[in-house]
């Protein structure tokens, strides 16, 4: 939440005015929810500008989120790679076990500015829903949760943990009855209760001004991580890895240092079984621009729009488009993004377990992998941050299933 | 003047509403559907709404998102919806045809070839569900070059300070959505609709037409006795769905709900005048 700086050229003045980051944003929605958006923006606005509203959150963001989360130099892991030194930010170490909650507790506080007395969100693998669960409880806002079918199903635990929260979880029977269609029914919901019901969009994208206020509130993440590389080094990393489906932690991570040159930005892609089949998630590797969920952005798509399914291992992941702020930074050359598969951050996961004691989630895995290829290709005095923006408790089911071990 | 303006001028002269028309194109088979048009306009259509299938039909309920699924899963592509619209307007030259849809099938090859391929295949207007008018810059001023209506959509949400903006660069009719919601589910309260089309008609001189959620003859009759026009869409999608998964053709149920329509679209006013 930082406000961006006033430098010539800077980067972290998008989107324009009608949210645009360049020729991706904006607004694609039906009326009915435009006059809605319009407002958010307003009220986003307001908030911005409000002391109040950044001292409650910074707050919150203390002593209930538990932050600042620490910037962890790994040393075995370092030692292991034999290149870069490389330092972890441990997002999975925040409540709920990830970045998401950042974002969900900057909302309902928007939520509840703008009067609204019910919440509503979309998930895939049940990490958004948990963390919204989570603040609907903490501000005592009824909540209801959409989440495919399919995912109902692999995902028990975190449906459990979303009932225990007080919320409701209706599974969503249309299309392939995941994260995809969970949106479509999130927003079909919304259009019919705009007059009480606030959105909480899980990622950097969604229509303006969701991409904007979701890396906003996920900034700190990048405002920590400058602050804590500057004490423990007494300069800034050469280069930052994230992981990226929709991109919130990615983009909260890179925001700060969009206009750091010489801080090379890295996101990572789900390239589930490789790029060269049709089961994967890389939007920006594999996809092309195109307008769903309210935004303009790449996505996997045949050439008639249809949008296809995305696969990933990582649930998180498993998303066809990005958020549109990072297909404007992949179009202008400032973040390089790379693409992981399925197998690659199956193994950087388990690295991860035995050479530091973490077990990543498999969304933070797929950028451990990326630093596993890139640092010992660094000297030795360069500095490597990876975002380990989840932790992986909840996908030890899907990792045993993997190395075939029953349960 | 265009075939839009025409066909609502000479129902006005008639004394009575139009009756627009849904239904999504290549549903339940691309070769099915010149037949389930025809039915429409024997049944009585005066404007015909194509459905381009989306996988993602945002803003649509149970009826349409299944119909979009089993013409996307029929094998129909942009090009054959451009093929039954093409082959619709040899038939029917003079019956307005309206392509209605969301904007990423209509942008993906570049507006230019999407208005250039609409305006080839004989289609009077477009409806895009997801465009705005903040984002009218996408298809809008492509199309308009080509002689294509852009209808717009106002909802109940949709109050007098942003009406002149959902109404700058609308032609051919305005799409009235009189819920907030999505398609073939709930009906408003007829009391709520004749307000909002009074509040309409005083800002625009387009012709007027209410949709969603309008289903039986009886409700078509009530809003055509104060609207330009009528739209049904999810009943006629509905009794498709229902004759597509007996194995029988739809056309004659289409042309059966069709007929029942107009004849109480038909007879509206003059019951009220009686």
């Known amino acids: 939440m930082t406000p961006a700086p006033a430098i010539p050229n800077s980067l972290r003045t998008q989107p324009d005015a009608r949210g645009h980051f360049g020729q991706f944003g904006g607004r694609y929605v039906a009326e009915t929810l435009m006059p809605l958006i319009l407002d958010l923006e307003r009220e986003y606005r307001a908030a911005k500008a409000d002391p109040a509203f950044k001292a409650e959150f910074d707050d919150l963001m203390k002593h209930y989120v538990g932050r600042p989360s620490p910037l962890y130099f790994a040393p075995r892991l370092t ?62 806002l009824p909540c209801t949760i959409f989440m495919g079918a399919v995912d109902v199903a692999r995902q028990q635990p975190n449906v459990f943990r979303m009932k225990l929260l007080g919320a409701e979880v209706e599974a969503v029977q249309s299309g392939a009855q995941t994260l995809k269609d969970a949106m ?59 992981p990226v489906g929709g991109g919130s932690n990615a983009i909260g991570i890179f925001h700060p240092f969009l206009d750091d040159p010489d801080v090379a930005l890295i996101g990572v892609e789900a390239a589930g079984d490789g790029l060269d089949t049709p089961r994967h998630a890389a939007s920006i590797a594999g996809g092309s621009p195109g307008v769903l969920h309210g935004n303009r952005t790449y996505l996997l798509q045949d050439e008639d729009g249809q949008i296809a399914e995305a696969h990933s291992i990582s649930a998180g992941l498993d998303y066809p488009g990005i958020g549109p702020e990072h297909s404007w930074l992949h179009d202008i050359g400032r973040v390089r993004y790379e693409p992981c598969t399925d197998a690659e951050a199956l193994a950087a996961f388990q690295t991860l377990c035995r050479l530091e004691g973490i077990i990543p989630a498999l969304e933070s895995a797929h950028a451990l992998a990326v630093a596993e290829r890139i640092a010992p290709t660094m000297g030795k005095d360069e500095i490597l941050v990876v975002n380990v923006s989840g932790r992986g408790d909840k996908d030890i089911f899907t990792v045993a299933k993997e190395l075939g071990v029953e349960l | 003047m265009s075939r839009l303006a025409a066909t609502f001028a000479a129902c006005a002269a008639e004394g009575r509403a139009a009756l ?65 619209a093409r082959n619709f307007r040899q038939r029917h030259p003079h019956v307005p045809l309206v392509l209605m849809g969301y904007a990423n099938p209509m942008v993906r090859r570049g507006p230019q070839w999407f208005a250039g391929a609409a305006a080839e295949a004989g289609v009077d207007g477009v409806i895009c569900v997801d465009i705005p008018v903040e984002e009218d810059d996408a298809l809008g001023p492509t199309l308009r070059d080509a002689g294509i209506d852009i209808i717009r959509l106002a909802t109940p949400t949709t109050d007098k300070a942003r009406l002149p903006a959902v109404l700058a660069g609308a032609s051919g009719f305005l799409y009235y959505v009189s819920v907030a919601g999505i398609t073939g589910l709930q009906q408003a309260a007829q009391a709520s609709i004749e307000a909002a089309v009074a509040g309409l008609k005083a800002a625009t001189d387009l012709p007027v037409a209410v949709g969603f959620g309008v289903r039986t003859p009886a409700q078509a009759a009530a809003i055509a006795r104060v609207a330009d026009g009528v739209v049904v869409g999810s009943a006629i999608v509905e009794a498709i769905g229902a004759a597509a998964a007996e194995g029988r053709d739809p056309s004659s149920d289409v042309f059966n709900i069709v007929k029942g329509l107009s004849d109480a679209v038909r ?7 009686a």
Not at chain 1, 101 to 125: F, S, V, Y
Not at chain 1, 187 to 201: E, G, P, Q
Not at chain 2, 61 to 81: E, F, K
Not at chain 2, 267 to 273: H, I, N, P, V
């Open chain 2, 267 to 273: 007879t509206a006013r003059q019951e009220q005048a």
């Open chain 1, 79 to 140: 030692e292991h790679l034999g290149g870069a030194k490389i330092y972890l930010k441990r997002e999975e170490l925040n409540h709920t076990g990830a970045h998401k909650i950042n974002n969900c507790i900057g909302q309902i506080l928007l939520a509840r500015r703008m009067g609204k007395t019910r919440i509503i969100a979309e998930t895939g693998a049940g990490q958004h829903g948990v963390a919204t669960a989570t603040v609907a409880a903490r501000f005592g």
């Open chain 1, 184 to 242: 479509n029914e999130a927003l079909r919901h919304w259009v019919a209760n705009v007059h009480d019901t606030f959105y909480i969009i899980g990622t950097a994208a969604g229509p303006h001004p969701y991409p904007e206020l979701v890396r906003d509130f996920q900034s700190v993440i990048g405002d920590e991580t400058r602050a804590q590389i500057m004490e423990a080094e007494g300069r800034l990393p050469d280069t930052i890895i994230a």
């Open chain 2, 20 to 84: 627009v028309t849904f239904v999504t194109g290549g549903d339940p088979t691309p070769a099915a559907t010149a037949d389930i048009l025809d039915a429409l306009v024997a049944g009585g259509a005066d404007v015909i709404e194509l459905g381009m299938p989306f996988t993602d039909p945002m803003a649509d309920g149970p009826a349409i998102q299944r119909a979009n699924l089993r013409s996307l899963g029929a094998g129909t592509t942009t090009d054959i919806i451009l093929d039954i």
